[in-house]
């Protein structure tokens, strides 16, 4: 068991800790917020939920929640899913493994618990796509298992209690507050203690703006006494994104669809449709494959070139200049720019799934932000023309 004092931190008393459990649960009973995951004890139930509030706020969850469980409402309905509604139903969450390891992790129950739920913390550990935070808030809100669960919210009101002088962003030291958890938690409630430390969390104990008055725990907070809150947690600043340039092609043609493709090679957005796209670096290295080419060849090579080349079709490039679009991912930032053509004539494209499709049908296919973002983009110019 890890030692807390060989990292500079002296656990409270036994007492003290008890009137900090009383304490921080006499709040949460009457400051919990009522969300729907809070009204069942179905592992899967706050299984969804938990996946579904990595990196997504609160308010924003619920709608997805509601409309997932209705369409898998348990896990096997879940394990057999075809891919495309399940990417539809996950459509707008962003970090789209998730969704898949999810349904791996439910093919595991149905093949290795016959299709039940396992409740012992280490068998819910070895689901795909669950971590140590997940399986503990599993373990402990659907069957009462003494198990923290500690993300970034909590480590950030650990960091404070007990002035922990460790980057809360780097994995290795995630340790360190698991064991104060380990200490801390109500082995009565472990389910309503993770959960009132969430809501702390998120609210009063927030990264931004905290409210250190109105913690329910200030009298139990090192930071707080010491006026060091402006230093806790430690955490060292994330890597900016790769900045990306994206060229987009919208094709049309005589009947007013639209050519859209779905992404079957890359991890991101796989699985998912949108006008085709091709990244500027790699349109140079197909440029690089033309033989007997010179300078002026290759300046009169573009990306519409390479484009039709790849596609086997031939455009009629319109010149309308649109507005630049852009999303920010975990690691890369893209900027996309847009080209519009309307299609003369098409071959036979090999390796890619094709398909025309008119604005109304696009709602039918599953597509991420970065496409939304380039349809509402085109459409709000092609209206202003």
């Known amino acids: 068991m890890l030692n807390l004092k060989d990292y500079g931190i002296e656990m409270w008393p036994s007492d003290k800790i008890a009137d900090f459990r009383r304490t921080l649960l006499s709040w949460y009973d009457q400051e919990k917020r009522d ?27 619920i709608p997805y929640y509601e409309r997932f469980l209705k369409l898998f409402p348990t896990v096997g309905e879940l394990a057999v899913a075809d891919e495309e509604p399940l990417l539809k139903a996950w459509e707008g969450l962003g970090y789209y493994s998730r ?4 349904q791996k992790a439910a093919q595991q129950i149905m093949e290795d618990y016959d299709g039940k739920f396992p409740s012992d913390y280490e068998d819910i550990a070895k ?37 922990v002088d460790y980057d809360i962003g780097d994995p290795k030291n995630r340790k360190i507050f698991q064991a104060i958890m380990e200490a801390l938690i109500d082995p009565s409630r472990p389910g309503d203690f993770n959960q009132a430390l969430m809501d702390l969390g998120t609210d009063i104990e927030s990264a931004k703006n905290p409210k250190p008055d109105q913690s329910p725990i200030r009298f139990f907070c090192a930071a707080y006494f ?14 900016k994104p790769r900045p990306i340039e994206i060229q987009a092609l919208i094709v049309t043609n005589d009947v007013g669809q639209y050519l859209i493709e779905k992404n079957n090679q890359g991890r991101l957005l796989g699985g998912f449709w949108s006008f085709p796209i091709m990244e500027t670096n790699l349109v140079s290295q197909q440029l690089d494959l033309f033989d007997n080419r010179d300078d002026e060849v290759m300046e009169q090579v573009s990306k519409k070139a390479a484009f039709e080349a790849d596609y086997d079709l031939e455009v ?21 720019s847009i080209a519009e053509g309307q299609l ?15 604005l109304e049908e696009m709602s039918d ?16 110019e092609k209206a202003l023309l």
């Open 99 to 102: 969704v898949r390891n999810m």
């Open 365 to 380: 296919y599953p597509m991420a932000t970065p496409q939304k973002k380039m349809l509402e983009t085109y459409m709000k």
């Open 226 to 239: 010491h006026g060091t809150y402006d230093k806790y947690p430690i955490k060292e600043p994330k890597k």
């Open 35 to 61: 969300l729907p995951w809070r009204r069942t004890k179905n592992p899967y139930f706050i299984w969804v939920s938990e996946i579904m509030l990595q990196q997504t706020q609160v308010q924003t969850v």
């Open 316 to 336: 009629k490039w319109s010149q309308t200049q649109f507005p630049l679009v852009k999303h920010t991912f975990s690691h890369q930032k893209w900027t996309i």
């Open 127 to 163: 689901l795909k796509g669950i971590g140590p935070y997940t399986a503990g808030a599993i373990a402990s809100i659907a069957f009462n298992l003494p198990q923290p669960a500690v993300d970034g919210n909590v480590m950030r009101v650990m960091a404070r209690l007990f002035e």
């Open 344 to 358: 003369l004539s098409k071959g036979e494209s090999q390796g890619r799934q094709l398909a025309w499709v008119s």
